[in-house]
């Protein structure tokens, strides 16, 4: 089992920046792909940002490529999402998750390949 904790949610305004961090703890060497997926109410959850320890590769959804992050402090069993130059559209609730499967590179974007996810922390901004 893999417990995800995210937080460094909270309000901002546009332009401004937020990292949210994401601790993990359990099983935490077997997962090959983690990381953040969002929601915003009456959206589909979409992933934006992922991490496959596989190949060291990452992962940007173009929503987000030049302006969030991700990173993985692996001492600290910790994700990390850096976001920069938010926007009003960025509004959601931000998820952490975890895949423990091999070959989740090929599907990173598709949220039944993830095994474990966290609560959620909200993210607001403001224009």
């Known amino acids: 089992q893999v417990q995800l904790v995210e937080s460094g949610g909270g309000s901002v305004q546009a332009g401004g920046s937020l990292r949210l961090s994401c601790a993990a703890s359990?099983?935490?060497?077997?997962?090959?792909?983690m990381g953040w997926f969002r929601q915003a109410p009456g959206k589909e959850r979409e992933g934006i940002a992922v991490?496959?320890?596989?190949?060291?590769?990452?992962y940007y959804a173009d929503s987000v490529k030049g302006r969030f992050t991700i990173s993985q402090d692996n001492a600290k069993n910790t994700l990390y999402l850096q976001m920069n130059s938010l926007k009003p559209e960025d509004t959601a609730m931000y998820y952490c998750?975890?895949?423990?499967?091999?070959?989740?590179?090929?599907?990173?974007?598709?949220?039944?390949?993830?095994?474990?996810w966290g609560q959620g922390t909200q993210v607001t901004v403001s224009s």
């Open positions: 998750a975890a895949s423990s499967r091999q070959r989740c590179s090929d599907y990173v974007w598709r949220d039944y390949v993830y095994d474990y």
């Open positions: 359990g099983y935490t060497n077997r997962q090959y792909c």
């Open positions: 991490f496959y320890s596989g190949g060291g590769i990452t």
